[in-house]
């Protein structure tokens, strides 16, 4: 098992794929749930840019903005003490240039304390990755169902099915690890796929939606939680309800108010 005291690194996350011990990530949005997610023993703590649409209401991620995911990668950085805080670059801070995306990945880690950033895409982002690699900017890629690129893919799709594009895939794999990528999201990809990748690659891969070969699981922390009931999807486990929890707080605390129970002598100053 990996020591529980020690901060996760990069090295430490491919020892972990080398000795075969599941890797374990959550989406973490704030200072208060970093410090649950990282107590509990998560490795990685994702500050996605489904924030954009899981906190701030958005249809998807691509309205998600550079200060949006530097405001939340900072809060959850100050809550975390052994787990990696990977930051995702949203839509349009990467893809324009390779001048652009390392002004901004640089910015990312000098304003957050981050440990690393995600880059969404294959072959046409591995310069990039590459490029911040080489300046000392470690990077998460991502792969199968690419959400900055929903329009494009036709929707919240399975992707690799077919032969052709299950080839492109691993093509789009070995791409980023030999331009420096140290692990690979493979999201909504057939379980034999992910399989075939994940022994294909020296670096770890997280899956979500691609089966249990992956090397490590990554979900959205609220969907997990049971927080978030607009959201269903076949991969999501729930270990929680708690939004069923927070409405029966809420309206015992509305209750007890109105009925003048709330707040009682033992929650009172008496002088």
Do not use: W
């Not at 530097?70 to 349009?92: Q, W």
């Not at 950033?117 to 470690?138: S, Y």
């Amino acid at each position: 098992m990996a020591d529980e005291r020690k901060p996760v690194t990069v090295h430490e996350l491919l020892s972990m794929k080398q000795r075969g011990e599941r890797i374990v990530v959550l989406t973490c949005y704030d200072t208060l749930f970093a410090r649950l997610l990282d107590g509990a023993g998560v490795d990685i703590l994702l500050v996605g840019d489904s924030v954009n649409q899981v906190l701030a209401g958005a249809d998807s991620t691509l309205s998600a903005t550079l200060d949006q995911m530097i405001y939340h990668t900072r809060i959850v950085r100050r809550g975390a003490t052994r787990a990696m805080v990977v930051c995702d670059m949203p839509f349009l801070t990467y893809q324009v240039s390779r001048e652009d995306a390392i002004r901004n990945a640089g910015r990312v880690m000098q304003q957050t304390g981050c440990q690393a950033v995600k880059l969404e895409g294959g072959a046409p982002i591995a310069e990039t990755t590459r490029a911040l690699v080489e300046i000392g900017i470690p990077v998460m890629g991502h792969l199968g169902l690419t959400p900055q690129s929903v329009h494009a893919l036709g929707g919240y799709r399975v992707q690799g099915r077919d032969e052709q594009s299950a080839g492109r895939l691993k093509a789009d794999a070995a791409a980023l690890e030999q331009a420096g990528a140290f692990a690979i999201v493979l999201e909504l990809v057939p379980a034999p796929l992910a399989s075939q990748i994940t022994k294909a690659l020296t670096i770890p891969t997280i899956g979500i939606g691609a089966g249990p070969a992956c090397d490590g699981q990554v979900l959205v922390l609220p969907d997990m939680l049971g927080l978030n009931e607009q959201f269903t999807a076949k991969f999501v486990k729930r270990y929680a309800a708690l939004a069923e929890d927070v409405r029966e707080a809420v309206t015992l605390y509305a209750a007890e108010v109105r009925e003048g129970r709330y707040p009682g002598p033992e929650h009172s100053f008496p002088k």
